[in-house]
C-alpha cells in the first residue's frame, strides 16, 4: 500500500488522570503493559503498512519522542509538529496546515483500536465524494466527553459535541478517529471552536449539511481518560 499521511495528537494534559499524569505525558501510560501511543502507531502499521506521520506535541514533549523512538519503527516517517499547552483539538489541527498536503487521517494518542477502525475510515472518505469521515462506535461506555451521532446510509446526519445528558440507543460515540484532506482546514477556518474541541468543528459541518462520511466500527476500544482505564485490557 502507499503510504499515508497521519496525524497523531500527544500533547494534551492528563487532567482527569490525577497524579499519574501531573509529570508524564498521559498517551505515553500503559494499557496492557505498553504506552498506549505504541499502540496507536502498531495499529497504523498494521493498517496502512507505511505512514508519513505528524506527531502534535506540547506538554511533555520530549517523553514522547524518546518513547516513539525506542519503538524502533520501520516504515514509519516521522515530523514532530509542536504546538502551545492548552490548544488541543481544534488548536493542533490549525497547526497541522502547512504539513499536510493531501487525504490524511487524524487521531488522538490516548485511544487505543483495531487497525480496521483506521483503515476503514480512511478508505470510506477516499471512496467517496464527502468532505471528510470519521468513526463511530456503539460502544456509548467507553468515553462520556466525546460528542455523539448518527449514520444513516453510510453518512453522519446528527453530531453532538458535547454531549447532552440524553442518550437515545441509536447514538454512536465520536470516536475522533477522522479522515479527511485540505478541507478540513478550510472547515477549521469556517467553524473556529469556542470549547478547543475538533468535535464542536465536525458539529458545525454536519448542521451545515457538509457531506460527512460515517464509519460504524462495532469493535472493541480503550480511551485513557481516567485513572480506572489503565486496568482495562485491549484485546
Given at each position: 500500500?502507499?503510504?499515508?499521511?497521519?496525524?497523531?495528537?500527544?500533547?494534551?494534559?492528563?487532567?482527569?488522570?490525577?497524579?499519574?499524569?501531573?509529570?508524564?505525558?498521559?498517551c505515553?501510560?500503559?494499557?496492557?503493559?505498553?504506552?498506549?501511543?505504541?499502540?496507536?502507531?502498531?495499529?497504523?502499521?498494521?493498517?496502512?503498512?507505511?505512514?508519513?506521520?505528524?506527531?502534535?506535541?506540547?506538554?511533555k514533549?520530549?517523553?514522547?519522542?524518546?518513547t516513539v523512538e525506542?519503538?524502533?519503527?520501520?516504515?514509519l516517517?516521522?515530523?514532530?509538529?509542536?504546538?502551545?499547552?492548552?490548544?488541543?483539538?481544534?488548536?493542533?489541527?490549525?497547526?497541522?496546515?502547512?504539513?499536510?498536503?493531501?487525504?490524511?487521517?487524524?487521531?488522538?494518542?490516548?485511544?487505543?483500536?483495531?487497525?480496521?477502525?483506521?483503515?476503514?475510515?480512511?478508505?470510506l472518505?477516499?471512496?467517496?465524494?464527502?468532505?471528510?469521515?470519521?468513526?463511530?462506535?456503539?460502544?456509548?461506555?467507553?468515553v462520556?466527553?466525546?460528542?455523539?451521532?448518527?449514520?444513516?446510509?453510510?453518512e453522519?446526519?446528527?453530531?453532538?459535541?458535547?454531549p447532552?445528558?440524553?442518550?437515545?440507543?441509536?447514538?454512536?460515540?465520536?470516536?475522533?478517529i477522522?479522515?479527511?484532506?485540505?478541507?478540513?482546514f478550510?472547515?477549521i477556518?469556517q467553524?473556529?471552536?469556542?470549547?478547543?474541541?475538533?468535535?464542536?468543528?465536525?458539529?458545525?459541518?454536519?448542521?451545515?449539511?457538509?457531506?460527512?462520511?460515517?464509519?460504524?466500527?462495532?469493535?472493541?476500544?480503550?480511551?485513557?481518560?481516567?485513572?480506572?482505564?489503565l486496568?482495562?485490557?485491549?484485546?
Amino acid at each position: 500500500m502507499r503510504e499515508v499521511q497521519a496525524v497523531l495528537l500527544a500533547g494534551g494534559y492528563g487532567g482527569r488522570l490525577e497524579a499519574l499524569a501531573k509529570d508524564r505525558q498521559k498517551c505515553i501510560l500503559p494499557i496492557d503493559g505498553k504506552p498506549a501511543v505504541i499502540h496507536t502507531i502498531e495499529n497504523l502499521l498494521n493498517a496502512f503498512g507505511s505512514v508519513d506521520l505528524k506527531i502534535a506535541v506540547g506538554f511533555k514533549a520530549e517523553q514522547v519522542r524518546e518513547t516513539v523512538e525506542k519503538g524502533g519503527f520501520s516504515k514509519l516517517s516521522i515530523t514532530y509538529v509542536p504546538h502551545k499547552p492548552g490548544t488541543e483539538g481544534w488548536g493542533i489541527y490549525k497547526d497541522m496546515d502547512s504539513h499536510i498536503k493531501g487525504p490524511f487521517i487524524g487521531m488522538p494518542g490516548d485511544i487505543i483500536a483495531f487497525p480496521e477502525a483506521y483503515e476503514k475510515v480512511f478508505q470510506l472518505f477516499i471512496d467517496s465524494d464527502a468532505d471528510a469521515a470519521m468513526s463511530l462506535s456503539p460502544d456509548l461506555d467507553v468515553v462520556d466527553t466525546h460528542g455523539i451521532g448518527k449514520i444513516k446510509g453510510g453518512e453522519v446526519i446528527e453530531l453532538e459535541w458535547p454531549p447532552p445528558h440524553m442518550i437515545e440507543e441509536s447514538h454512536l460515540r465520536d470516536m475522533t478517529i477522522w479522515a479527511s484532506d485540505r478541507r478540513m482546514f478550510d472547515m477549521i477556518r469556517q467553524y473556529p471552536s469556542p470549547y478547543k474541541s475538533i468535535g464542536y468543528v465536525f458539529m458545525k459541518a454536519v448542521r451545515d449539511k457538509r457531506q460527512i462520511a460515517g464509519n460504524y466500527y462495532d469493535n472493541p476500544w480503550v480511551h485513557l481518560g481516567t485513572v480506572t482505564d489503565l486496568n482495562k485490557h485491549f484485546v
